[in-house]
């Protein structure tokens, strides 16, 4: 889960700033991820070997293995938030990215490295600290779901509810919405508009 989790995000991040610089900016948002890391999930759980390493001095707490089951549900929800943290969100690149890119084109000024990290960082994370802080008003409520939501939602529990228990087992779409997914983004990044990519 974290191998998958961090990889989502770092890609996410780099593809949608990578595109955001076109005139007509290509979003990549995180259901591209959900949908390409189920099988690769599910691979990784039955290739991984299930050999237990034990970190010396933290006891029975040090005790860790790369394949501690099979992929679930939970993991795949948590990798998808990682890719959606990646994806600022569902809107391409991070806000704060146009600030430094403000400073440096339009007022020839210039920023450390660290000095814009920082900036970016912190308008990222301040969302999920308004999140946590007011998590009993905001996220708690089942009337408060952000529409968008629910696409994601319904997709987590069509592809592994124990509700289809047909597909659940058999797989029979894993395949086909993989390569679906994968032709469209090839697409995507071959055609010299984004005029392509609308249509799919």
């Not at 099988?39 to 759980?45: E, K, L």
């Not at 010396?56 to 938030?81: A, C, Q, T």
């Not at 529409?147 to 058999?170: A, I, K």
Request: charged share 10%; proline share 4%; aromatic share 16%.
């Amino acid at each position: 889960m974290w191998f998958l989790g961090l990889l989502s995000c770092c890609l996410l991040s780099f593809l949608n700033q990578f595109f955001a610089y076109r005139a007509q900016s290509l979003v990549i948002t995180q259901i591209t991820i959900q949908v390409a890391t189920l099988p690769i999930g599910r691979f990784m759980a039955a290739v991984l070997p299930t050999t237990k390493f034990r970190l010396p001095g933290f006891g029975d707490r040090g005790e860790f293995s790369f394949n501690p089951g099979p992929f679930n549900m939970k993991e795949h929800v948590l990798i998808s938030i990682f890719a959606n943290a990646g994806a600022a969100f569902g809107s391409g690149s991070a806000y704060a990215v146009s600030i430094v890119n403000i400073i440096k084109a339009f007022y020839g000024r210039s920023i450390s490295f660290f000095a814009g990290w920082l900036l970016i960082i912190t308008t990222q994370v301040l969302g999920y600290g308004w999140a946590g802080l007011l998590r009993k008003y905001v996220v708690e409520p089942a009337h408060m779901w952000w529409p968008s939501t629910l696409v994601q939602v319904s997709l987590f529990r069509y592809r592994v509810s124990s509700l289809f228990p047909y597909v659940y087992t058999n797989q029979m779409f894993d395949l086909p919405i993989t390569l679906f997914t994968c032709a469209g983004v090839i697409r995507c990044l071959r055609s010299k508009t984004t005029r392509g990519c609308t249509r799919w």
